[in-house]
């Protein structure tokens, strides 16, 4: 049912996508692996707590959450990984854990890496480990206007949309 209703979004807001069907996998890698895709293009969401608020943060299948500079970047005095436990029932009708990386629609924060800007093309889970939706990189920043993050050594540059 939600991948009907997503669709029924990115069709509302005439967006251009592809649904590519894949067998079952779990991590981030082992998605972009069973549906051919390089992990720089595979946009993995990963559900994170600032302070005690939930945010998405969304950056290639081959990159890891710095927590360190994710402080920084928001003021949180803790940035941490939140459990399933702590999110599963945010997103009905999504299999645990392979939520879009559509924030906006559930009213929460989303930060974006700017590495995914080198693509013109991104793919993520739209609520199932067996289906990915592949979309124009502009069209999911013009539809969730994450705050854009580079995090680069010691330096983090932001732009906030």
Known sequence: MLMLK????????RVKYVTIRHSPAFTAQEIAASAYIPGRSLAKTVMVKLDQAM?????????????????????????????????????????????????????????????????????????????????PYFDFIHLVRPTLTHLVADEVMTTAR
């Open 55 to 135: 945010a998405m943060v969304v950056l290639p299948a081959s990159e890891m959450v710095d927590f360190d500079l994710l402080k920084r970047l928001t003021g949180a005095k803790r940035a941490e990984f939140a459990t399933e436990q702590e999110f599963g029932d945010m997103f009905p009708g999504c299999e645990s854990g392979a939520m879009p990386p559509f924030g906006n629609l559930y009213g929460m924060k989303v930060f974006a890496s700017m590495e995914l800007a080198k693509e013109r093309q991104i793919a993520f889970n739209a609520g199932s480990y067996r289906e990915l939706i592949r979309l």
């Open 6 to 13: 997503f669709k029924q979004y990115l069709d509302d807001h």
